[in-house]
């Protein structure tokens, strides 16, 4: 199993440009989520997806977009990529959405506006 | 609303040396659950333990311990005799069932250097 692929695993962007973030799991799982890692504030939600068709926002949405067409897939897209974007991106898939069970995290993007 | 707070940005020790990571949490739900991720330099996170607000027992996993207290709303992790290997950054999360639907909050994250 590969778990959580997350691609690419780096990307340097200019100010302005658009860019897609893939997210794929391969254990049938509900939830898929999408987070940002800035240093000293953990975690942050950026969008969520509790099934294929389904998802919202979470904390930090604006500059964003998602879309859920299969259970497998979970893409993030940056429309206009702005120096604030610059972080460690984070995708992660849970069994359902419902419960306590762990979520599995991929390897993270490390994404750069220039 | 749901928050985690880690209030030790950064811990260093030695080895050998025992070391506790706070977490406390607010929450208003009921039923709520709470994880600990450990990042490596590598930068994965992997997921360590998860309790739910229904079993305050502690638990102890070879060197690792975790306390639960809801009467003070933490959720403590306890390194005994640490390795340079234990180096990374440790994380607190919290989901809560009711009011925070599928969200997971987490803490600022603790780094936890581990000398030689």
């Known amino acids: 199993n590969a778990g959580v692929t997350q691609t690419p695993k780096f990307q340097v962007l200019k100010t302005g440009q658009s860019m897609t973030l893939q997210c794929a799991q391969d254990m049938n799982h509900e939830y898929m989520s999408w987070y940002r890692q800035d240093p000293g504030m953990g975690l942050r939600l950026i969008h969520y997806?509790?099934?294929?068709?389904?998802?919202d926002q979470g904390e930090v949405p604006n500059g964003y977009n998602v879309s859920r067409s299969t259970t497998e897939d979970f893409p993030l897209r940056l429309l206009s990529a702005a120096p604030s974007q610059t972080s460690v991106y984070f995708c992660?898939?849970?069994?359902?959405?419902?419960?306590?069970?762990?979520?599995?995290f991929g390897d993270g993007t490390r994404l750069s506006i220039l | 609303a749901q928050k985690v707070t880690q209030a030790q940005t950064e811990i260093s020790v030695v080895e050998k040396e025992d070391v506790t990571l706070d977490c406390v949490y607010e929450t208003r739900d009921t039923t709520y659950y709470l994880f600990w991720y450990k990042q490596p330099p590598s930068g994965e996170l992997v997921f360590l333990i998860r309790r739910n607000s229904f079993d305050e027992q502690n638990e102890i996993s070879g060197r690792y311990s975790w306390n639960f207290q809801k009467s003070t709303s933490s959720f403590n992790f306890t390194i005994t005799a640490s390795q340079v290997v234990d180096s990374a950054v440790y994380f607190c999360?919290?989901?809560?069932?009711?009011?925070?639907?599928?969200?997971?909050?987490f803490g600022e994250g603790t780094q936890l250097t581990v000398n030689p």
């Open positions: 992660a898939s849970q069994r359902v959405w419902t419960g306590g069970q762990p979520q599995h």
């Open positions: 997806s509790v099934g294929a068709g389904i998802t």
């Open positions: 999360a919290l989901k809560g069932e009711e009011t925070s639907g599928s969200r997971l909050t």
